[in-house]
């Protein structure tokens, strides 16, 4: 049920760009994209419900191919107040309920 | 406005002993419930959920079980605490009304079995 992130880790010059990609091996209804600072509780970014939908927050967006299963978050210009965690959570087309699934996590370090 | 508390923050406990976490929604009426644990540089694993008073789903089968005796109390529990037992427990609500609610999640309990 959990999908799969990758990369696993990046490293990042300021203002440079990274792609974090999330897979799942079944249909989603949903996909959630969560930052977590080290120690602290994951923060919402967004979400993308509509197959082919993308979303903006600042300079970072996402995307969200329904009939692949995946999801892309795009960070631009990146900062250093981007480092963290990347995370990105699924619900399944196939769940009535609200089970909720995350993915391996994505490493980001924004260095100067 | 909703708010999410969570306790301990930090726990250390020796192997063998019980455990109780709480958590505890204001604001809200009849949220989901949610109890997930990150081992050390891990993901999130959903342990628990809960759409409503006394009805849990459980995703893991361990040592660990979760209860939902108010509307907005979730509690995790075990009889036995194993050194796998061991992470970072974090508790989350979302809107039972919108299945396009995001999850809010608590401070979290660091949980170190020794």
């Known amino acids: 049920q959990q999908p799969v992130q990758s990369p696993q880790a990046v490293i990042l010059r300021e203002g440079e760009d990274a792609v974090i990609n999330c897979s799942s091996s079944k249909a989603l209804y949903s996909v959630h994209w969560y930052r977590q600072k080290h120690g602290e509780a994951p923060v919402f970014l967004m979400i993308l419900l509509k197959g082919g939908e993308q979303k903006g927050h600042d300079k970072i967006s996402a995307s969200f191919n329904e009939k692949k299963q995946q999801s892309s978050l795009y960070l631009t210009a990146s900062q250093l107040s981007y480092s963290g965690t990347y995370f990105c959570g699924t619900s399944l087309l196939m769940n009535t309920g609200n089970q909720f699934y995350f993915g391996t996590g994505t490493s980001l370090t924004v260095i100067p | 406005s909703q708010t999410i508390h969570q306790w301990p923050a930090t726990l250390v406990q020796p192997v063998g002993s019980p455990l109780s976490l709480e958590c505890t929604v204001e604001g809200t009426s009849n949220p989901n419930l949610y109890w997930y644990r990150q081992a050390a540089g891990r993901g999130l694993q959903l342990l628990f959920y809960s759409v409503g008073i006394g009805q849990i789903s459980s995703e893991v089968p361990q040592n660990l079980s979760a209860s939902r005796p108010q509307d907005r109390q979730f509690i995790l529990s075990s009889k036995k605490l194993l050194l796998s037992d061991s992470g970072f427990y974090l508790c989350?609500?979302?809107?039972?009304?919108?299945?396009?609610?995001?999850?809010?999640f608590g401070n979290g309990t660091r949980l170190t079995v020794t």
């Open positions: 989350a609500w979302s809107r039972s009304d919108r299945r396009d609610s995001p999850l809010h």
